[in-house]
Protein backbone atom coordinates (compact mmCIF):
# COMPACT_ATOMS: atom_id res chain seq x y z
CA UNK A 1 0.00 0.00 0.00
CA UNK A 2 2.37 2.17 0.60
CA UNK A 3 4.81 2.16 -2.95
CA UNK A 4 1.01 2.25 -4.34
CA UNK A 5 0.15 5.98 -2.63
CA UNK A 6 3.96 7.04 -3.02
CA UNK A 7 3.33 6.59 -6.79
CA UNK A 8 0.22 8.43 -6.47
CA UNK A 9 1.37 11.04 -4.52
CA UNK A 10 4.42 11.60 -6.55
CA UNK A 11 2.39 11.94 -10.32
CA UNK A 12 0.01 14.30 -8.01
CA UNK A 13 2.99 16.70 -7.29
CA UNK A 14 4.27 16.04 -10.87
CA UNK A 15 1.97 19.05 -10.99
CA UNK A 16 3.76 21.79 -9.36
CA UNK A 17 6.54 21.79 -12.05
CA UNK A 18 9.46 21.62 -9.18
CA UNK A 19 11.66 18.83 -8.16
CA UNK A 20 9.94 16.58 -6.18
CA UNK A 21 11.27 16.03 -2.57
CA UNK A 22 11.56 12.92 -0.17
CA UNK A 23 7.67 12.03 0.17
CA UNK A 24 7.03 10.66 3.37
CA UNK A 25 4.28 8.02 3.91
CA UNK A 26 3.80 7.28 7.53
CA UNK A 27 0.98 5.79 9.74
CA UNK A 28 -1.45 8.16 11.57
CA UNK A 29 -0.79 8.03 15.00
CA UNK A 30 -5.00 6.92 15.54
CA UNK A 31 -6.28 4.23 13.33
CA UNK A 32 -9.71 6.61 12.80
CA UNK A 33 -7.37 9.17 10.81
CA UNK A 34 -7.00 6.60 7.84
CA UNK A 35 -5.00 4.04 6.69
CA UNK A 36 -1.83 5.91 5.81
CA UNK A 37 -1.09 9.56 5.48
CA UNK A 38 1.99 11.77 4.53
CA UNK A 39 3.18 15.77 5.22
CA UNK A 40 4.23 16.35 1.35
CA UNK A 41 1.84 19.14 1.37
CA UNK A 42 3.88 20.91 4.61
CA UNK A 43 7.07 20.27 2.99
CA UNK A 44 6.86 21.71 0.20
CA UNK A 45 5.60 25.08 1.66
CA UNK A 46 8.31 26.70 1.69
CA UNK A 47 9.09 26.01 -2.06
CA UNK A 48 5.59 26.81 -3.35
CA UNK A 49 5.09 29.85 -1.07
CA UNK A 50 1.37 28.95 -0.41
CA UNK A 51 -0.08 27.74 2.92
CA UNK A 52 0.36 24.17 3.48
CA UNK A 53 -3.48 23.02 3.12
CA UNK A 54 -4.16 24.83 -0.22
CA UNK A 55 -1.19 22.97 -1.19
CA UNK A 56 -2.89 19.49 -0.17
CA UNK A 57 -6.10 20.66 -1.40
CA UNK A 58 -4.15 20.66 -5.23
CA UNK A 59 -2.44 17.37 -4.32
CA UNK A 60 -5.88 15.88 -3.60
CA UNK A 61 -7.83 17.49 -6.88
CA UNK A 62 -4.89 16.23 -9.12
CA UNK A 63 -5.23 12.96 -7.83
CA UNK A 64 -6.46 10.90 -10.86
CA UNK A 65 -6.37 7.34 -9.00
CA UNK A 66 -9.85 8.18 -6.67
CA UNK A 67 -10.85 4.66 -6.86
CA UNK A 68 -8.40 3.10 -4.76
CA UNK A 69 -9.39 5.30 -2.12
CA UNK A 70 -12.68 5.35 0.16
CA UNK A 71 -11.60 8.34 1.60
CA UNK A 72 -9.12 11.36 1.38
CA UNK A 73 -9.06 13.75 3.96
CA UNK A 74 -6.97 17.02 4.57
CA UNK A 75 -6.26 17.30 8.65
CA UNK A 76 -4.39 19.97 11.20
CA UNK A 77 -1.79 21.81 9.05
CA UNK A 78 -2.12 19.80 6.34
CA UNK A 79 -1.66 16.26 6.61
CA UNK A 80 -3.34 14.19 3.79
CA UNK A 81 -4.63 11.17 5.45
CA UNK A 82 -5.95 7.90 2.67
CA UNK A 83 -8.45 5.18 3.75
CA UNK A 84 -8.28 2.44 0.83
CA UNK A 85 -11.49 1.02 -0.75
CA UNK A 86 -12.14 -2.01 0.10
CA UNK A 87 -11.86 -3.69 -3.79
CA UNK A 88 -7.83 -2.03 -3.40
CA UNK A 89 -7.19 -3.91 -0.25
CA UNK A 90 -8.99 -7.04 -1.64
CA UNK A 91 -7.14 -7.22 -4.81
CA UNK A 92 -3.81 -6.53 -2.64
CA UNK A 93 -4.72 -9.57 -0.07
CA UNK A 94 -5.13 -11.87 -3.26
CA UNK A 95 -1.71 -10.69 -4.31
CA UNK A 96 -0.01 -11.58 -1.08
CA UNK A 97 -1.59 -14.96 -1.17
CA UNK A 98 -0.30 -15.43 -4.80
CA UNK A 99 3.23 -13.92 -4.45
CA UNK A 100 3.70 -14.88 -0.86
CA UNK A 101 7.53 -13.70 0.09
CA UNK A 102 7.90 -11.82 -3.26
CA UNK A 103 5.06 -9.49 -2.50
CA UNK A 104 6.01 -9.11 1.27
CA UNK A 105 9.70 -8.04 0.77
CA UNK A 106 11.33 -5.14 -1.07
CA UNK A 107 14.69 -5.67 -2.92
CA UNK A 108 16.44 -2.47 -0.88
CA UNK A 109 19.82 -3.93 -0.49
CA UNK A 110 20.08 -4.81 -4.18
CA UNK A 111 23.28 -6.60 -3.81
CA UNK A 112 25.29 -4.37 -1.50
CA UNK A 113 27.65 -6.11 0.83
CA UNK A 114 27.12 -6.17 4.44
CA UNK A 115 29.49 -8.19 7.40
CA UNK A 116 27.42 -8.32 11.03
CA UNK A 117 30.25 -9.49 13.55
CA UNK A 118 28.42 -10.36 16.63
CA UNK A 119 28.81 -12.44 19.89
CA UNK A 120 32.83 -12.49 19.74
CA UNK A 121 32.77 -13.87 23.05
CA UNK A 122 35.90 -14.25 24.78
CA UNK A 123 36.76 -18.35 24.67
CA UNK A 124 36.99 -17.84 28.77
CA UNK A 125 33.88 -19.26 29.74
CA UNK A 126 30.26 -20.35 28.93
CA UNK A 127 28.02 -18.30 27.02
CA UNK A 128 25.41 -15.73 29.37
CA UNK A 129 22.81 -14.05 28.74
CA UNK A 130 23.87 -11.31 27.08
CA UNK A 131 26.28 -12.78 24.61
CA UNK A 132 22.90 -14.88 23.69
CA UNK A 133 20.98 -11.63 23.30
CA UNK A 134 23.65 -10.24 21.14
CA UNK A 135 23.40 -13.68 19.40
CA UNK A 136 19.95 -13.59 18.77
CA UNK A 137 19.90 -10.17 17.92
CA UNK A 138 22.96 -10.31 14.81
CA UNK A 139 21.03 -13.40 13.44
CA UNK A 140 17.80 -11.51 12.84
CA UNK A 141 19.65 -8.77 11.39
CA UNK A 142 21.54 -10.70 9.46
CA UNK A 143 18.30 -12.58 8.09
CA UNK A 144 16.14 -9.09 7.71
CA UNK A 145 18.71 -8.04 5.73
CA UNK A 146 19.62 -10.72 3.48
CA UNK A 147 15.84 -10.71 2.91
CA UNK A 148 15.89 -7.25 2.33
CA UNK A 149 18.47 -8.18 -0.96
CA UNK A 150 21.41 -7.70 1.05
CA UNK A 151 24.62 -10.27 1.11
CA UNK A 152 25.67 -10.77 4.24
CA UNK A 153 28.31 -12.06 6.15
CA UNK A 154 28.06 -13.31 9.55
CA UNK A 155 31.34 -13.05 11.18
CA UNK A 156 32.41 -14.55 15.20
CA UNK A 157 35.81 -12.46 16.52
CA UNK A 158 37.49 -14.60 18.49
CA UNK A 159 39.51 -13.20 21.19
CA UNK A 160 42.39 -15.90 21.74
CA UNK A 161 45.38 -13.79 22.58
CA UNK A 162 45.89 -11.78 25.23
CA UNK A 163 45.93 -11.93 28.69
CA UNK A 164 42.27 -13.34 29.50
CA UNK A 165 43.14 -16.29 27.91
CA UNK A 166 46.75 -17.02 29.91
CA UNK A 167 44.75 -16.14 32.76
CA UNK A 168 41.99 -19.06 31.62
CA UNK A 169 45.19 -21.15 31.48
CA UNK A 170 46.04 -20.61 34.97
CA UNK A 171 43.09 -21.32 36.29
CA UNK A 172 42.74 -24.50 34.65
CA UNK A 173 46.36 -25.26 35.63
CA UNK A 174 45.73 -24.53 38.92
CA UNK A 175 43.13 -26.99 39.49
CA UNK A 176 44.54 -29.41 37.68
CA UNK A 177 47.29 -29.70 40.35
CA UNK A 178 44.68 -29.44 43.13
CA UNK A 179 42.90 -32.58 41.24
CA UNK A 180 46.21 -34.38 41.81
CA UNK A 181 46.38 -33.83 44.95
CA UNK A 182 49.12 -30.68 44.60
CA UNK A 183 48.80 -27.45 47.34
CA UNK A 184 48.77 -24.88 44.28
CA UNK A 185 47.17 -21.85 44.80
CA UNK A 186 44.28 -20.60 42.30
CA UNK A 187 44.77 -17.11 41.11
CA UNK A 188 42.96 -14.50 42.77
CA UNK A 189 41.50 -12.93 39.92
CA UNK A 190 41.54 -16.22 38.20
CA UNK A 191 38.37 -17.74 36.60
CA UNK A 192 35.58 -19.94 38.64
CA UNK A 193 33.20 -22.51 38.37
CA UNK A 194 32.97 -25.89 37.97
CA UNK A 195 33.55 -25.88 33.96
CA UNK A 196 37.54 -24.63 35.20
CA UNK A 197 37.36 -28.36 36.89
CA UNK A 198 35.85 -29.73 33.81
CA UNK A 199 38.47 -28.79 31.63
CA UNK A 200 41.49 -29.68 34.02
CA UNK A 201 39.45 -33.31 34.12
CA UNK A 202 39.99 -33.88 30.69
CA UNK A 203 43.74 -32.89 31.02
CA UNK A 204 44.16 -35.44 33.26
CA UNK A 205 42.36 -38.12 31.20
CA UNK A 206 44.62 -36.69 28.57
CA UNK A 207 47.84 -36.49 29.97
CA UNK A 208 47.75 -37.95 33.52
CA UNK A 209 50.06 -36.13 35.93
CA UNK A 210 52.38 -35.16 33.46
CA UNK A 211 52.71 -31.90 34.30
CA UNK A 212 52.64 -32.69 38.04
CA UNK A 213 55.36 -29.95 39.36
CA UNK A 214 55.93 -28.28 36.31
CA UNK A 215 56.33 -24.57 36.28
CA UNK A 216 53.55 -22.71 34.73
CA UNK A 217 56.13 -21.02 32.19
CA UNK A 218 56.68 -24.93 30.71
CA UNK A 219 52.79 -25.42 31.02
CA UNK A 220 51.03 -22.70 30.42
CA UNK A 221 51.49 -22.88 26.43
CA UNK A 222 49.69 -26.12 26.75
CA UNK A 223 46.72 -25.55 29.11
CA UNK A 224 46.16 -22.32 27.66
CA UNK A 225 45.47 -23.38 23.94
CA UNK A 226 44.09 -26.91 25.48
CA UNK A 227 41.57 -24.90 27.23
CA UNK A 228 41.08 -22.07 25.26
CA UNK A 229 40.30 -24.49 21.85
CA UNK A 230 37.93 -26.38 24.74
CA UNK A 231 35.78 -23.61 25.28
CA UNK A 232 35.53 -22.48 21.68
CA UNK A 233 33.99 -25.45 21.05
CA UNK A 234 31.74 -25.28 23.72
CA UNK A 235 30.26 -21.70 22.53
CA UNK A 236 30.19 -23.21 19.12
CA UNK A 237 28.02 -26.08 20.23
CA UNK A 238 25.30 -23.81 22.36
CA UNK A 239 25.46 -21.60 19.54
CA UNK A 240 24.27 -24.53 17.52
CA UNK A 241 21.68 -25.30 20.03
CA UNK A 242 20.53 -21.96 19.60
CA UNK A 243 20.23 -21.97 15.76
CA UNK A 244 23.01 -19.58 15.20
CA UNK A 245 25.80 -20.17 12.44
CA UNK A 246 28.65 -17.96 11.21
CA UNK A 247 30.08 -17.95 7.46
CA UNK A 248 33.52 -16.78 9.16
CA UNK A 249 35.78 -16.81 12.24
CA UNK A 250 38.16 -14.58 12.70
CA UNK A 251 41.03 -15.51 15.26
CA UNK A 252 43.19 -12.73 16.90
CA UNK A 253 46.38 -14.91 17.24
CA UNK A 254 45.99 -15.29 13.47
CA UNK A 255 46.14 -11.49 13.40
CA UNK A 256 49.70 -11.74 15.00
CA UNK A 257 51.30 -14.33 13.26
CA UNK A 258 50.28 -13.01 10.04
CA UNK A 259 51.87 -9.81 11.16
CA UNK A 260 48.75 -7.76 10.47
CA UNK A 261 48.54 -5.89 13.73
CA UNK A 262 52.60 -4.69 13.33
CA UNK A 263 51.00 -4.11 9.65
CA UNK A 264 47.97 -2.00 10.73
CA UNK A 265 50.42 0.40 13.44
CA UNK A 266 53.06 0.90 11.10
CA UNK A 267 50.48 1.65 8.08
CA UNK A 268 48.70 4.52 10.69
CA UNK A 269 51.95 5.67 11.75
CA UNK A 270 52.61 6.21 7.84
CA UNK A 271 49.25 8.94 8.04
CA UNK A 272 50.86 10.02 11.23
CA UNK A 273 48.18 8.92 13.38
CA UNK A 274 50.72 6.93 15.47
CA UNK A 275 53.38 8.70 17.97
CA UNK A 276 55.73 7.56 20.42
CA UNK A 277 55.96 9.34 24.01
CA UNK A 278 56.71 8.34 27.72
CA UNK A 279 57.68 5.14 26.01
CA UNK A 280 54.97 4.10 24.58
CA UNK A 281 53.67 4.05 21.42
CA UNK A 282 50.09 6.00 20.98
CA UNK A 283 47.10 6.39 18.44
CA UNK A 284 46.00 10.16 17.93
CA UNK A 285 42.62 9.05 18.28
CA UNK A 286 42.02 12.93 19.00
CA UNK A 287 42.26 13.70 15.77
CA UNK A 288 38.76 12.17 15.14
CA UNK A 289 37.11 14.04 18.22
CA UNK A 290 37.76 10.98 20.88
CA UNK A 291 38.30 12.50 24.05
CA UNK A 292 41.91 11.13 24.71
CA UNK A 293 44.93 9.73 22.27
CA UNK A 294 45.15 5.90 23.09
CA UNK A 295 47.90 3.57 23.90
CA UNK A 296 48.82 0.60 21.92
CA UNK A 297 52.37 -0.36 22.95
CA UNK A 298 52.71 0.03 26.35
CA UNK A 299 56.35 0.80 28.03
CA UNK A 300 57.18 -2.98 28.42
CA UNK A 301 56.51 -3.45 24.70
CA UNK A 302 53.34 -5.41 25.28
CA UNK A 303 50.51 -4.12 22.82
CA UNK A 304 46.93 -3.21 24.27
CA UNK A 305 43.83 -4.84 23.55
CA UNK A 306 43.45 -1.56 21.25
CA UNK A 307 46.27 -3.28 19.17
CA UNK A 308 44.28 -6.15 17.29
CA UNK A 309 41.49 -4.40 17.48
CA UNK A 310 42.75 -1.71 15.08
CA UNK A 311 44.21 -4.81 12.68
CA UNK A 312 40.96 -6.21 13.08
CA UNK A 313 38.93 -3.30 11.78
CA UNK A 314 41.94 -2.83 9.10
CA UNK A 315 41.41 -6.07 7.81
CA UNK A 316 37.36 -5.52 7.66
CA UNK A 317 37.11 -2.32 5.73
CA UNK A 318 39.80 -3.65 3.28
CA UNK A 319 37.77 -6.58 2.25
CA UNK A 320 35.39 -3.71 0.88
CA UNK A 321 32.04 -4.07 2.70
CA UNK A 322 29.37 -1.37 1.86
CA UNK A 323 28.66 -1.82 5.28
CA UNK A 324 30.03 -2.69 8.63
CA UNK A 325 27.99 -4.19 11.80
CA UNK A 326 30.06 -4.70 15.47
CA UNK A 327 27.12 -5.36 17.83
CA UNK A 328 28.98 -5.01 21.30
CA UNK A 329 27.63 -5.43 24.54
CA UNK A 330 26.50 -1.89 26.23
CA UNK A 331 29.77 -2.30 28.48
CA UNK A 332 31.61 -1.65 25.57
CA UNK A 333 29.79 2.13 24.68
CA UNK A 334 33.26 4.11 25.37
CA UNK A 335 35.40 2.01 23.23
CA UNK A 336 33.08 3.71 19.86
CA UNK A 337 34.49 6.81 19.47
CA UNK A 338 38.37 4.96 19.41
CA UNK A 339 37.12 2.38 16.93
CA UNK A 340 35.45 5.26 14.65
CA UNK A 341 38.32 7.11 14.82
CA UNK A 342 40.37 3.71 13.35
CA UNK A 343 38.31 3.25 10.62
CA UNK A 344 38.68 7.27 9.73
CA UNK A 345 42.39 7.24 9.79
CA UNK A 346 42.46 4.30 7.31
CA UNK A 347 40.79 6.48 5.15
CA UNK A 348 37.03 5.73 5.08
CA UNK A 349 34.08 7.62 6.50
CA UNK A 350 33.11 6.91 10.04
CA UNK A 351 29.33 5.95 8.92
CA UNK A 352 31.11 2.87 7.14
CA UNK A 353 30.54 0.93 10.69
CA UNK A 354 27.59 1.07 12.59
CA UNK A 355 27.86 0.22 16.33
CA UNK A 356 24.80 -1.34 17.93
CA UNK A 357 24.74 -2.25 21.89
CA UNK A 358 22.60 -4.65 23.51
CA UNK A 359 21.82 -3.95 27.63
CA UNK A 360 22.13 -6.68 29.91
CA UNK A 361 19.28 -8.99 31.09
CA UNK A 362 17.86 -10.05 34.24
CA UNK A 363 16.78 -13.45 34.73
CA UNK A 364 13.78 -13.94 36.86
CA UNK A 365 11.92 -16.71 37.90
CA UNK A 366 8.32 -15.69 38.99
CA UNK A 367 8.95 -12.06 39.12
CA UNK A 368 12.49 -12.55 41.81
CA UNK A 369 15.87 -12.93 40.63
CA UNK A 370 17.57 -16.07 39.63
CA UNK A 371 20.78 -17.32 41.87
CA UNK A 372 23.66 -17.52 39.62
CA UNK A 373 24.60 -20.82 38.21
CA UNK A 374 27.19 -23.60 39.48
CA UNK A 375 28.33 -24.22 36.24
CA UNK A 376 29.34 -20.19 35.32
CA UNK A 377 30.08 -19.47 39.07
CA UNK A 378 29.62 -15.93 38.52
CA UNK A 379 26.02 -15.89 36.28
CA UNK A 380 23.22 -18.17 34.31
CA UNK A 381 24.57 -19.58 31.18
CA UNK A 382 22.40 -19.21 28.07
CA UNK A 383 22.71 -23.14 27.58
CA UNK A 384 20.75 -23.26 30.91
CA UNK A 385 17.95 -21.38 29.87
CA UNK A 386 17.82 -23.19 26.49
CA UNK A 387 17.15 -26.43 28.24
CA UNK A 388 14.98 -25.21 30.55
CA UNK A 389 12.48 -23.18 28.35
CA UNK A 390 13.86 -23.66 24.59
CA UNK A 391 15.71 -22.12 21.92
CA UNK A 392 13.15 -20.24 20.03
CA UNK A 393 11.33 -18.89 23.27
CA UNK A 394 14.90 -17.55 24.53
CA UNK A 395 15.28 -15.81 21.17
CA UNK A 396 11.78 -14.56 20.65
CA UNK A 397 11.62 -13.40 24.37
CA UNK A 398 15.48 -11.09 23.51
CA UNK A 399 14.02 -9.45 20.46
CA UNK A 400 10.93 -8.37 22.14
CA UNK A 401 12.16 -4.83 23.61
CA UNK A 402 15.02 -2.97 21.53
CA UNK A 403 18.39 -4.19 21.82
CA UNK A 404 20.04 -1.03 23.84
CA UNK A 405 16.80 -1.49 26.39
CA UNK A 406 17.23 -3.42 29.82
CA UNK A 407 15.16 -6.58 29.48
CA UNK A 408 13.83 -8.94 32.45
CA UNK A 409 13.07 -12.75 31.62
CA UNK A 410 11.03 -14.54 33.55
CA UNK A 411 11.90 -18.25 33.12
CA UNK A 412 8.36 -18.57 34.40
CA UNK A 413 6.64 -16.39 32.36
CA UNK A 414 8.76 -18.19 29.21
CA UNK A 415 7.56 -21.38 29.85
CA UNK A 416 3.90 -20.50 30.20
CA UNK A 417 1.30 -21.65 27.72
CA UNK A 418 -0.82 -18.54 27.49
CA UNK A 419 -1.64 -15.32 26.33
CA UNK A 420 1.11 -14.40 28.76
CA UNK A 421 4.63 -15.99 27.12
CA UNK A 422 4.36 -13.88 23.50
CA UNK A 423 6.09 -16.61 21.90
CA UNK A 424 3.60 -19.12 22.17
CA UNK A 425 1.09 -16.73 21.52
CA UNK A 426 2.58 -15.52 18.45
CA UNK A 427 3.29 -19.56 17.13
CA UNK A 428 0.24 -20.61 18.46
CA UNK A 429 -1.95 -18.29 15.71
CA UNK A 430 0.43 -20.15 13.26
CA UNK A 431 -0.51 -23.97 14.82
CA UNK A 432 -4.55 -23.00 15.15
CA UNK A 433 -4.56 -22.21 11.75
CA UNK A 434 -2.68 -25.05 10.62
CA UNK A 435 -5.58 -26.87 12.91
CA UNK A 436 -8.51 -24.62 10.69
CA UNK A 437 -6.81 -25.89 7.79
CA UNK A 438 -7.00 -30.07 8.54
CA UNK A 439 -10.53 -29.46 9.73
CA UNK A 440 -11.45 -28.19 6.26
CA UNK A 441 -10.01 -30.65 4.94
CA UNK A 442 -11.62 -33.15 6.46
CA UNK A 443 -14.77 -31.70 5.80
CA UNK A 444 -14.08 -31.95 1.92
CA UNK A 445 -13.67 -28.37 1.47
CA UNK A 446 -11.25 -27.69 -1.55
CA UNK A 447 -8.43 -25.33 -0.20
CA UNK A 448 -5.53 -25.97 -2.50
CA UNK A 449 -6.22 -22.53 -4.14
CA UNK A 450 -7.49 -19.86 -1.11
CA UNK A 451 -7.03 -16.74 -3.54
CA UNK A 452 -9.82 -18.01 -6.09
CA UNK A 453 -12.39 -17.11 -3.05
CA UNK A 454 -14.45 -14.25 -2.90
CA UNK A 455 -12.62 -12.30 -0.72
CA UNK A 456 -15.20 -9.29 -0.52
CA UNK A 457 -17.28 -11.67 1.90
CA UNK A 458 -14.63 -10.26 4.20
CA UNK A 459 -16.99 -7.51 5.68
CA UNK A 460 -16.84 -7.65 9.31
CA UNK A 461 -14.82 -5.25 11.24
CA UNK A 462 -12.19 -7.39 12.52
CA UNK A 463 -11.51 -9.32 8.82
CA UNK A 464 -10.99 -5.54 7.69
CA UNK A 465 -8.39 -4.67 10.44
CA UNK A 466 -6.59 -8.04 10.36
CA UNK A 467 -6.56 -7.80 6.35
CA UNK A 468 -4.87 -4.37 6.78
CA UNK A 469 -2.53 -5.18 9.72
CA UNK A 470 -1.57 -8.27 6.78
CA UNK A 471 -0.86 -5.21 4.37
CA UNK A 472 1.27 -3.76 6.71
CA UNK A 473 3.70 -5.91 6.72
CA UNK A 474 5.61 -4.60 4.38
CA UNK A 475 6.07 -1.30 5.97
CA UNK A 476 7.11 -3.52 8.99
CA UNK A 477 9.35 -5.15 6.81
CA UNK A 478 11.52 -1.77 4.58
CA UNK A 479 11.42 0.42 8.69
CA UNK A 480 13.45 -2.81 10.12
CA UNK A 481 15.28 -3.22 7.28
CA UNK A 482 16.26 0.65 7.02
CA UNK A 483 16.70 1.07 10.81
CA UNK A 484 18.61 -2.10 11.19
CA UNK A 485 15.68 -2.96 14.26
CA UNK A 486 14.37 -6.66 13.82
CA UNK A 487 12.71 -6.36 17.03
CA UNK A 488 9.79 -4.68 14.95
CA UNK A 489 8.83 -7.45 13.41
CA UNK A 490 8.26 -9.30 16.64
CA UNK A 491 6.21 -6.53 17.49
CA UNK A 492 4.31 -6.31 14.01
CA UNK A 493 4.23 -10.36 14.99
CA UNK A 494 2.57 -10.30 18.40
CA UNK A 495 0.05 -7.23 17.00
CA UNK A 496 -1.00 -9.35 14.42
CA UNK A 497 -1.34 -12.52 16.82
CA UNK A 498 -3.62 -10.42 19.02
CA UNK A 499 -5.82 -9.43 16.07
CA UNK A 500 -6.48 -13.14 15.00
CA UNK A 501 -7.01 -15.00 18.28
CA UNK A 502 -9.86 -12.36 19.47
CA UNK A 503 -11.02 -13.48 15.61
CA UNK A 504 -10.68 -16.72 15.59
CA UNK A 505 -12.77 -17.44 19.31
CA UNK A 506 -15.53 -14.80 18.33
CA UNK A 507 -16.31 -15.84 14.25
CA UNK A 508 -16.14 -19.65 12.87
CA UNK A 509 -14.06 -19.89 9.50
CA UNK A 510 -15.04 -23.69 8.59
CA UNK A 511 -19.14 -23.18 8.51
CA UNK A 512 -22.04 -24.03 6.20
CA UNK A 513 -22.06 -21.24 4.11
CA UNK A 514 -19.26 -22.29 1.32
CA UNK A 515 -18.15 -19.25 -0.09
CA UNK A 516 -18.03 -17.07 3.19
CA UNK A 517 -15.71 -20.40 4.90
CA UNK A 518 -13.30 -20.08 1.30
CA UNK A 519 -13.05 -16.58 1.93
CA UNK A 520 -12.21 -17.23 5.91
CA UNK A 521 -9.88 -19.63 5.05
CA UNK A 522 -8.03 -17.20 2.12
CA UNK A 523 -7.90 -14.89 5.35
CA UNK A 524 -6.26 -17.45 7.41
CA UNK A 525 -3.77 -18.58 4.54
CA UNK A 526 -2.90 -14.88 4.55
CA UNK A 527 -1.69 -14.94 8.24
CA UNK A 528 0.08 -18.02 7.98
CA UNK A 529 1.84 -16.48 5.15
CA UNK A 530 2.91 -13.36 6.90
CA UNK A 531 3.74 -15.56 10.11
CA UNK A 532 5.84 -17.55 8.61
CA UNK A 533 8.10 -14.81 6.73
CA UNK A 534 8.47 -13.15 10.19
CA UNK A 535 9.64 -16.33 12.33
CA UNK A 536 12.08 -16.92 9.44
CA UNK A 537 13.45 -13.27 10.02
CA UNK A 538 13.68 -14.53 13.48
CA UNK A 539 15.10 -17.48 13.62
CA UNK A 540 12.14 -19.04 14.87
CA UNK A 541 10.36 -22.55 13.71
CA UNK A 542 6.85 -22.14 12.73
CA UNK A 543 5.29 -25.18 14.70
CA UNK A 544 2.07 -27.00 12.99
CA UNK A 545 0.85 -28.80 16.56
CA UNK A 546 1.08 -27.14 20.33
Not at 246 to 252: G, I
Not at 356 to 365: E, T
Request: hydrophobic share 40%.
Amino acid sequence: MKKKLHDIIERAVKQFGISIPEIVIELPKEEAFGDLATPAAMSLAGVLKKPPRKIAEDIVNAIAEKDVFEKIEIAGPGFINFTFSKPYIYSELKSLIKGRSGFLRADIGKGKRIQIEFVSANPTGPLHLGHGRGAAVGAALSNLLRAAGYKVEKEFYVNDAGRQVKLLGLSVFARYNQLLGIDYPSPEDGYKGSYIEDIADKVIKKCGNKYAEVSIEEAGGFFTDFSYRLMLEGIKQDLKEFGITFDTWQSERELYERGEVTQAINDLKERDYIYEEDGAVWFRSTAFGDDKDRVVIKKDGEYTYFAPDIAYHRNKVEKEFDELIDIWGADHHGYIPRIQAVIQALGYPKERLKILLVQIVSLLRGGRPVQMSKRAGEFVTLKEVIDEVGADTTKFIFLTRRPDSHLEFDLEVAKAQSAENPVFYVQYANARINSIFSHAKEQGINIEKPDDADLSLLSLPEEIRIIKKLLAYQMAFEGAVIAHEPHRITFYLQELAGMFHPYYHRHKVVMDDIELTKARLALCEAVRIVLKDGFEILGLSAPERM
